[in-house]
């Protein structure tokens, strides 16, 4: 079963402007992961955030995780058209061999 | 050069077809990965490998082998293809570390008629 959840499925926002997604899950995890996917492709990982950390940063992105909540946020700062793209969290467990589990994804649209 | 290649990147094929896909790595990767993504329904996990000697079910093998060949390479086969496996099929690989950060290859659009 899908063990993220994004949440908003789609946001279209103007370039310039921040977009803030966010992802629940269930379980005890080890590490949680952003990838972007732009249409029709692969996924690219973006930034990895261990379970001991609450925020990170990588340029334009922030993550912030909420362990007592079971939640994190992905904002993408100052948005460009090139961030026009599908982003998914992913969870790896604390327990089992590690795999990813991988939410249903955001659309995100940055009108230029 | 790309470090995950799939080949094909696009296949139409027909009911009860066999059909196999083929993922190759230069980034020396222990683990592979199988999934495949359909509108709505994110990526799920077909089968998955950490050394060529293991290989494990995932979320939805029913209908699916796999042959991991080599460290490098690791191949999906649709037995007897079906309308509902189509989808977009992404390779994927790891290091054998707690992270699991992967790394995707560019996809392979399965057409079944």
């Known amino acids: 079963s899908q063990q993220g959840e994004e949440d908003p499925q789609a946001l279209s926002i103007q370039e310039g402007e921040n977009a803030t997604m966010n992802c629940s899950y269930k379980?005890?995890?080890?590490?949680l992961q952003w990838y972007r996917q732009n249409s029709g492709r692969g996924l690219v990982h973006l930034i990895l955030?261990?379970?001991?950390?609450r925020e990170k940063h990588s340029g334009r992105l922030r993550v912030t995780l909420d362990t007592s909540k079971k939640s994190s946020s992905l904002l993408i700062t100052a948005s460009r058209a090139a961030d026009t793209a599908s982003y998914f969290c992913?969870?790896?467990?604390?327990?089992?061999?590690?795999?990813?589990?991988f939410g249903k994804g955001n659309q995100v649209v940055v009108i230029p | 050069d790309a470090d995950v290649t799939q080949t094909p990147r696009n296949r139409i094929t027909k009911t009860g077809k066999r059909i196999m896909l083929e993922c190759s790595q230069t980034?020396?990767?222990?683990?592979m990965y199988w999934y495949r993504q359909d509108p709505g329904l994110g990526l799920r996990l077909i089968y998955y490998?950490?050394?060529?000697?293991?290989?494990n079910k995932g979320e939805i093998s029913d209908g699916y082998s796999v042959s991991r060949q080599a460290q490098a390479k690791f191949s999906l086969s649709l037995e007897s293809a079906i309308p509902n496996q189509t989808a977009l099929y992404f390779c994927?690989?790891?290091?054998?570390?707690?992270?699991?950060?992967?790394?995707f290859g560019p996809g392979t659009r399965l057409t079944v008629l």
């Open positions: 994927a690989t790891s290091r054998g570390n707690s992270y699991n950060e992967q790394f």
């Open positions: 379980t005890s995890i080890n590490n």
């Open positions: 955030i261990r379970s001991n950390e």
């Open positions: 992913a969870t790896v467990l604390n327990y089992g061999n590690n795999r990813l589990a």
């Open positions: 980034k020396g990767h222990d683990r």
């Open positions: 490998s950490f050394d060529v000697k293991d290989i």
